[in-house]
């Protein structure tokens, strides 16, 4: 890795399941951090096998807990790449960051694709790709905001990485999923409620930031009535998620109902604090 000194942060809940073949595959990097929510399962001792330095943080929200993790990382680190656990770097997106860092004016932060993987394919129309995610930066050089779907930000210049990430979202099964999300569209609803009472601008659609973009695309769409039907048709007929066959059709019309949960809860959350 030359002269750059890299630290991965992975958070954690419960994710013995792919943990290892997240662990494997950042067999690039200088430090390892599993910043975790204390888990009941085997993941902790999954991470201290593979060497990685274990900490501990009751989770409060996805802005938060990265920040913290941030500030745990070796003083010597040059580069941040934060993966989830259930994202795996493949031997060519590895060869890509390692170049790119070693570059003598690289950006201070690095936006990846990913690759969802659902019932043994790869899902891309269902899945709305590509959606670019913030993955690589700089050290000291990036902050997080918004307590769910995060936000990224930085000063200085920002850049792509063409390789993908390898992300096994349904890794636990659809139980989980449907658990999880139940926690998401709360967290979303809430985090909406605030939102969607500041202005929209029209001309941010047409931004060049890939976050403002996505946040007025956001907030308009939530301004639509039947908002889950509009999604499962932009994403399964407009996008393609047709083309995915059986696995395509399932999982719009999960995205269907995680929209579909989250207006649920942002109407009660409205009712509630009309009264």
């Known amino acids: 890795m030359g002269d750059s000194f890299m ?3 992975i958070l954690t809940y419960n994710e013995e399941n792919i943990l290892a073949k997240c662990l494997s595959a950042l067999n690039f990097v200088d430090e390892i951090i599993v910043f975790d929510s204390f888990s009941t ?12 330095t274990v900490i501990q943080r009751k989770f409060d929200n996805y802005a938060n ?7 745990e990382i070796s003083p010597k680190s040059d580069w941040v790449l934060m993966v989830d656990a259930d994202e795996i770097v493949p031997q060519e997106l590895k060869t ?3 170049s790119t860092i070693s570059e003598s004016n690289p950006a201070f932060l690095y936006r990846v694709r990913r690759k969802d993987m659902f019932q043994g394919k790869w899902i891309k129309q269902s899945s709305g790709y590509p959606t670019w995610f913030p993955r690589l930066f700089k050290n000291g050089e990036v902050r997080v905001e918004r307590e769910i779907n995060e936000e990224y930000f ?17 890794n636990k099964g659809l139980s989980w999923w449907f658990d ?15 939102e ?19 946040k007025t695309q956001k907030r308009l769409i939530y301004k639509l009535p039947f908002k889950p039907w509009i999604v499962f048709i932009g994403l399964y007929v407009f996008r393609g998620g047709f083309l995915n066959g059986k696995a395509g059709y399932t999982f719009c019309k999960l995205r269907k109902t995680y929209e579909w949960m989250i207006d649920l809860k942002l109407k009660e959350l409205s009712e509630n604090y009309s009264k």
């Open 7 to 9: 630290s991965a942060i």
């Open 41 to 52: 399962d085997k993941t902790l001792d999954i991470a201290r096998d593979f060497g990685a």
């Open 65 to 71: 807990q990265r920040n913290a993790a941030l500030k």
């Open 180 to 194: 999880k999300h139940n926690r998401y569209s709360l967290m979303e609803a809430e985090k909406l409620k605030e």
């Open 196 to 214: 969607l009472n500041e202005e929209v601008e029209i001309r941010d659609l047409l931004s060049k930031d890939p976050v403002l973009r996505r």
């Open 96 to 98: 890509e960051i390692l």
């Open 154 to 170: 930085t000063e200085g210049k920002e850049g792509k990485l063409m390789e993908h990430l390898i992300h096994f979202p349904f």
